[in-house]
């Protein structure tokens, strides 16, 4: 009955971005949303991007499953989340600047709360790492106070909410080769290249 409702009642682009745009403003105001989300192409796949009323919280390649992590978006911050293709743009500019070597760092609000104990102590060290720059995996675990936990920081990388923004593909094994990553080693050779000039 809503279909037939509705029928023949398709606005035009710019009447649908306006109008959803309204939609996130209301619902944000009503405090009726959790987390704004958008997805954007990229030269190392679509990168899914969600903000909540803090800042930035998730950047998540396509290997790590969009469906997932919405649904742990959900779980973790709250289940109102809104798909908003222009929300965000903020995120998508300065991430468009890095991908054309415009932009060396990131002027963002981020919201770490996807990072706990240690794993936020590594996340949080991680932009020191200075674009063009790498430090290896036993040089963070020094930094954070944490000198045997090399291991540990890897992890801590391979679980970073918010990859490119914050660099955890800066950090690389002690024989300068580049390690895991969770775009994948391809994604983490591109990045580096990248910065390298």
Known sequence: MTDALFAGLDPDPATRDRLRARLVRDAAAADLLDVVVRTVDSP????????????????????????????TLATEIGPRLLADPAGLDDVARQLDQYFTGARTSFDLDVDLRLAH?????????LPAIAYGHTASYAEVARAVGRPRAS??????????????????????????????????????????DLEAG
């Open 44 to 71: 190392v796949g679509p990168l899914l991007l969600a903000g909540t009323d803090r800042g930035l919280v998730k950047v998540a390649f396509a290997r790590e499953d969009h469906d997932r992590v919405l649904a």
């Open 151 to 192: 291991r540990a920081v890897g992890t801590a990388c391979a679980r970073n909410p918010l990859p490119l923004v914050v660099p955890c593909h800066r950090v690389v094994r002690s024989d300068g080769t580049p390690g895991q990553y969770g775009g994948g080693e391809r994604a983490k050779r591109w990045l580096l």
């Open 117 to 125: 104990g240690f794993r936020r102590d590594v996340v949080a060290h």
